[in-house]
């Protein structure tokens, strides 16, 4: 029996134990956020770390220590142990929060995969690499928020105790492209979020009879406004001005999503998509995980009920965001909504709703080449280095607060079922990623 | 005292009578409608003629006949009987359906304008012409299904007695434009009402950094779309078609309208506008009164609750509607509709809804001009031609069924508060208004 294999039983007790405590941020009933912190504190330290709870203001974090040497070099290591609400209805297990193993070594449970598997995957291999005596300084950030936008995650870091600055942060918390071939996302997409709004009258909806072809129409103005924003078809931006800060991709990242095992029929179907914008892997590609978007969530403000009301509404909003790429910038992006509306509808007033930076870290240097050697020395594969087309708000924040490269090392794939029902982990990723997180901090205190 | 001053004790009774009836169609509490129906047929039996009601599948109607003598002309008057709802609220009498007469002999109450105090006013109006001798048939024709659309119109005409065809029908339901000046409207809009649905997933919203600008957003879409149906600012329609049977306005219907003492100011108040397509009286008059329109009143689909959620909706349904005018027919205009849709976007659905004809009468002619010549008798001032833009079900209907030529006679005024808190009537109203019924009898009888 391999020295992971002995793990076994511990790390299944502890996933257990985590996924036994419904740490859904958005409710989080009973404290039970604040239960999952002092019960992972307590595994952290049973297994030779040190551990305290961060208070934030929001919920709590988690702040881990394992370390080897002072002087040695700092690795921190992000993850999650907030979930997202799990109904019963849909799962093939009584209770989602009762973690059932099966005999092929899958963990199912809410939780499992997104993050708290991956999460003691690391402490693991953090307390792997220190049995072995690696000269190497581990933190553990832990934080309770993530599934709801990471509101406190600035105070926690903020919380921790002084220190020198990380050489290198690992974040787990995403999910590869294929089953077969490990990926490490070097980008994300940021995020703009706002409102435009129109209002055409003080009172009620009018009469379409008595009013219609003479009063304005807030609904349709607002729609023609987003219409001109976009191409709703092709998604193409028409606002002047906010693809210029894009970076272009280069052959050698588009080298990296051509290996990511990216399939539009596998993307398709898993998204229950009639149809693509594009069914050309490279455009496809490209057009998710490192092209800006402009979408139309919903126009408030008209008739929702059933049938057909034939009044005009007075006023109608429409909700709006952006995903935005390297290097474009939030606010200069907002600015340009702000003067095209100006000049195609003054009477629409654009509102500010929130914003986060897209995020771009290394894929070459030392750190990156540390991971990626230790990603393919535990899966026996390369991988590839893609983006994501998602934020995470966490990434930026450290990324500004900490000022250190940043490399995404996760562990989910795609038959996970992040965020859905009967989602799951498995003992394979679980062991390998411990090895992975053993090899990287070696990889790291040797260099 | 005149003999239409000694009738005021017997109106007021009777009108207070049948605004106690909360004839409210669109719920009928308690088989109020047919109560309403009951007491209206005793009401005309009480003043000497025949009366019954009309059983129609829906709600009943009330046939009246006062009769001078076989072989004269006969006269239609339509009016209906049931109501708009009335919540207490911000009415200044306690209770909406005990009218309340004020010292100057205004009515305050549900119904008073809309449409029990006109349908008194013609009835008495008959009762004078029949005590006069003046030799016509008259039949009142008492809907009380209007509020809701007259679903059952069809069918009471159907069951009403066989019998020579009218001479001429005079509709009793409409609002004068202005204050001092009669309106007598010969054109009503029809009306054309659709949806265009678009599913681009069978799934649920999916996370827009996951999907984002490669999945369709079928809310964007649609948006889009519309957009291209009619220019949002100016409300002109882009259907290649639509305007073809369009019937222009000639110079003498242009002058009807300048004399209707419409006024921009007025309107955009009334309707709590904060702007109009078009300050300019005749431009803004033919906009609603004789132009077609094409209105969103709402898309479906989409994200409704608070805040922006980032999702791609998989599906997005809009309500749209058409106002007709002369001579455009619902059917071309939807299949116009239809074939547009499928050049622009052939993944849409454009689901029909319902159709209204639109409506034209003469402004001509000796029964137009009876009438007009009865108004300006009754109220000393030479009414003004016009249209109205909103559709009446009923008139389509006997257009088609009866044959005979139809006037629009309204006695309402803008101040009566028509559908709203503290509608209202009056004595001055009502009197003239049975002055005017009883001289149109009596100059159909001299033709």
Known sequence: MTQIELLREDYEDALRGLVAIPSVSSSDEGGDCRRCAEAAAALIRRFGGE????ETGG??????????????????????LDVQPAPVEGWSIPDPFLMEIRDDGTYLGRGTTDDKGPALAALFGAVLAGRAGTPVDVE???????????PSFGPLLDALPAGPRPDVVAVSDTIWVSTNKPAMPYGLRGVLTFYLR?????????HSGLT???????????ASLVSQCADARTGAILIPGVYDDVRPLDDEEREGFAASGWSAEAFRTAHRLNSLRSDDPADAME?????PTFELHGITGGYEGPGIMTAVPPRAEAK?????????KPERIFELVRTFVAQRNPDVEVVFDAKLEPFLGPRTGRYAEAAAAAVESAFGVR???????????????????????????????????????DENFSWRQASRGMVMFRGFLGRVAGL
Chains 1, 2 share one sequence.
């Not at 709590?60 to 040497?69: A, N, Q």
């Not at 219609?212 to 607002?222: D, Q, S």
Request: a neutral charge; aromatic letters at 6%; glycine letters at 14%.
């Open 198 to 206: 129109l209002e055409t009258s003080s009172g009620g909806p009018t």
């Open 140 to 150: 553990l950030i832990w934080e309770l928020e993530e599934e709801i936008g990471s």
């Open 320 to 328: 709006c965001s952006m995903r935005l790429v390297p290097d474009q």
């Open 212 to 222: 219609g072809g003479l009063a304005r129409n807030p609904f349709a103005e607002i």
């Open 383 to 421: 991988p590839a280095f893609t983006r994501e087309g998602g934020s995470i708000g966490a990434v930026v924040t450290m990324q500004e607060k900490l000022g250190a490269p940043i490399v995404l090392m996760g562990l989910s794939l795609p038959e996970h079922n992040y965020h859905g029902v």
């Open 287 to 291: 057009r998710i995980w490192a092209r």
């Open 51 to 54: 551990a305290r709870i961060i």
């Open 59 to 80: 919920l709590p974090g988690v702040h881990g220590r394992i370390r080897s040497g002072s002087g040695a070099p700092k690795v921190v290591i992000y993850n999650h």
